[in-house]
């Protein structure tokens, strides 16, 4: 195996390698519509729940939306009654629309779990729901992600072009010398 070959096929190792591995399947094979991503970050959020009512809250810094269903049918609560404690602190509680409500905290909770209580009058019933909020510091994005980000294949790409390129140069060149040593031959042999 020449050295110009042995380039080449190490050019053309890289590039393989570079491409992404693909599987076909038949005309018949679906798995339906792929599932839609998670982008960005989620707001921390609790439930708090009994028999008779469901309540979810969605913090955003210290603004709390709130969602009051019946757990029978996850129906909104009409004409309901709200009182919110959140780590043994009232906090006063805005109806918004039906089963929909809003608070805002004096003070951002403190991070780990806090135990969250609601009390729930809607016409003849009331009830006490408990839950609890579990609040952690956003995850440091500063690491590099496992595996080949996109940068990693950009510059990847542009090693195996350049070496590509390259073997080419050099094997163009080396042709050529080959044909002029040739060309002398003949003209000197005769």
Do not use: C
């Not at 210290?62 to 996850?74: R, V």
């Not at 806090?114 to 690491?143: F, K, M, R, W, Y």
């Not at 590099?144 to 510059?155: E, H, N």
Request: proline share 5%; hydrophobic share 50%.
């Amino acid at each position: 195996m020449t050295l110009s070959s042995a380039l080449s096929t190490l050019g053309l190792a890289l590039l393989l390698g570079l491409l992404p591995p693909t599987a076909l399947a038949g005309d018949d094979h679906d798995h339906g519509e792929a599932p839609a991503a998670a982008t960005g970050t989620a707001l921390p959020r609790f439930a708090a729940t009994s028999d008779l009512f469901e309540l979810v809250g969605v913090l955003d810094g210290q603004k709390i939306a709130l969602y009051l269903d019946h757990a029978g049918d996850n129906s909104p609560v009409k004409d309901a009654r709200l009182e919110l404690d959140i780590a043994g602190t009232n906090v006063p509680v805005t109806r918004v629309a039906e089963g929909e409500f809003q608070a805002t905290l004096a003070a951002p909770l403190a991070e780990g779990v806090s135990p969250v209580t609601a009390t729930v009058a809607a016409g003849n019933e009331t009830d006490l729901l408990a839950g609890e909020i579990d609040l952690h510091p956003a995850a440091h994005t500063d690491a590099a992600p496992a595996g080949w980000d996109r940068r990693t294949v950009l510059i990847a790409g542009a090693v195996a072009a350049v070496l590509l390129a390259l073997v080419a140069v050099w094997g163009l060149r080396r042709g050529r010398a080959a044909r002029m040593g040739n060309t002398q031959r003949v003209g000197g042999a005769a």
